[in-house]
């Protein structure tokens, strides 16, 4: 095995243990693994809520039912050790295939090593367990296949299936979409200005592969719809990922990035003729829709790590950083350090005895509510209803969970008056009807207080994430 190759493996499997070590704190991945959870009880898509009171039994679009049906077996073999054995794999698979392309194009590793620890870290903010590493994962090999030297037929062949995975794994295609879609206009434009003695057909059916794969899922064309529905709701809401790069909201998470963006930025304008026109494409789209929405840092570290290694090998000097002479190990030495590499990937979660959960999860309240009521429909903060559904249902029914397309704009505005304390709470009980409610503390401090002071709601349980209230004759119910 050539060292540049054994060496970015290893890099490979250094940024799945960094994962790892990172605690779940993505409050969605629980519902989506249940929804895997149901989908191999049952054999089938699920296609109507099993989970809330608000929309019990309506119909819901199935969105990544891939990532969750994948998630859920993981889950199944082995908890969530083997939920984030998964993330960690595929994410580490994205980097390495990115680093994988710059070494195809005879960069230095070096160059290429510098560029993955620098798209890692821009994208580690955003890196939590969910079905969005699916994406990460489709998403370099596409990157790699449109800019590979491969014959055109062979890699719209292999592009097919990757972005179908992709787009039913976590429905984002749409990015591969318009990054192929300015690639193909730019190409046509240059062939007609006789700048390109090529006609680009090879994107433009990449292109138009695209374009179909955004509708070849359960819910073919209503995802349109649905994606609209799912980004107002999310703006409105003011979800983090969803907010420009330079709100004050995610300008620290997203220090990396502008760092980056500012160091290279300027070799950027004076290297640009050295690169190619897809490189400089890539880098122009990609950081346009990085610095309009947060989301995007984790697959523009992705698809800069090219790039980036590309910049780095031309402004070092040519002979430093070169492998002299026969640059390949043995095959039982490369075989010996990638088992080894990989025992120790598997094993340092579990022997550094890393928490499972970052302390936002409210594991403690759900297991203590889980004690006192079995069964009963639960009035909760939004970003808990992931848990709350892994752990309850289907003898938990709850208010509002993260699929955020599900409530009309009329609940979300209901839901953010009754956070603040604007409708009474007899209007919310009468509503409602809870047998419980599962608050989080901040958010919904305002019906907190209100609950506090009526006299037929206790508090039972509190903890720094969360507090219960039951009805005054819990003991009795019980």
């Not at 994406?135 to 055109?152: G, P, R, T, W």
């Not at 610095?291 to 790039?307: E, H, N, Q, T």
């Not at 910049?311 to 070092?316: Q, R």
Request: proline fraction near 6%; aromatic fraction near 12%.
């Amino acid at each position: 095995m050539k060292k540049s190759n054994l060496i970015l493996l290893l890099m490979g499997f250094a940024v799945a243990i960094i994962l790892q070590l990172r605690p779940i704190a993505d409050f969605d991945i629980f519902w989506q693994i249940k929804i895997g959870q149901l989908m191999l009880e049952q054999g089938a898509l699920i296609t109507r809520d099993p989970f809330t009171y608000t929309h019990s039994g309506e119909l819901i679009p199935v969105l990544g039912w891939i990532a969750q049906l994948v998630f859920a077996g993981a889950y199944k073999v082995c908890s969530w050790r083997g939920v984030q054995w998964v993330h960690a794999g595929l994410m580490a698979a994205a980097y390495a295939i990115a680093g994988w392309s710059a070494i195809q194009s005879r960069m230095r590793i070096f160059s290429v090593v510098c560029a993955v620890v620098i798209g890692f870290l821009v994208g580690y903010s955003n890196s939590n367990v969910r079905p969005q590493s699916f994406a990460l994962c489709c998403f370099a090999l596409m990157l790699f296949l449109v800019c590979s030297d491969m014959k055109v037929g062979l890699r719209i062949f292999a592009l097919v299936p990757v972005l179908l995975i992709w787009q039913n794994s976590h429905p984002s295609v749409s990015l591969g979409f318009l990054l192929l879609s300015v690639m193909a206009v730019v190409g046509w434009v240059r062939f007609h200005l006789d700048m390109s003695k090529d006609k680009p057909w090879g994107i433009t059916a990449a292109c138009l592969i695209g374009l179909a794969a955004q509708f070849v899922s359960p819910i073919g064309f209503d995802i349109i719809p649905v994606a609209k529905a799912n980004a107002d709701i999310a703006r409105s809401l003011r979800v983090n990922e969803w907010l420009p790069a330079w709100h004050p909201g995610v300008v620290a998470s997203m220090i990396f990035f502008w760092l980056a963006l500012a160091f290279f930025l300027p070799i950027f304008l004076k290297r640009r003729k050295e690169l190619k026109v897809d490189q400089i494409i890539i880098f122009l789209v990609m950081t346009a829709l990085t610095i309009a929405s947060a989301r995007f840092a984790l697959f523009w570290g992705v698809a800069m790590i090219p790039i980036f290694a590309r910049l780095i090998d031309s402004e070092i000097p040519d002979r430093l950083f070169r492998w002299p002479g026969n640059s390949t190990c043995s095959r039982p030495l490369s075989a010996s350090v990638v088992l080894g590499a990989f025992c120790v990937a598997i094993a340092t979660p579990m022997v550094c005895g890393q928490p499972v959960f970052a302390d936002r999860i409210p594991v403690e309240g759900i297991a203590w509510l889980k004690t006192v009521l079995p069964a009963g429909r639960i009035y909760n903060t939004r970003e808990y209803g992931g848990p709350l559904i892994l752990n309850g249902r289907p003898e938990w029914k709850i208010a509002i969970d993260g699929r955020l397309y599900m409530y009309g704009k009329d609940e979300w505005k209901r839901y953010a008056e009754e956070s603040t304390g604007k409708l009474p709470l007899e209007s919310i009980v009468k509503e409602a009807r809870p047998d419980a409610f599962f608050l989080q503390i901040g958010p919904h401090q305002p019906l907190i207080d209100l609950l506090r002071k009526a006299s037929n709601w206790r508090e039972v349980y509190s903890d720094a994430k969360c507090v219960i209230f039951l009805p005054i004759d819990w003991r009795e119910a019980k």
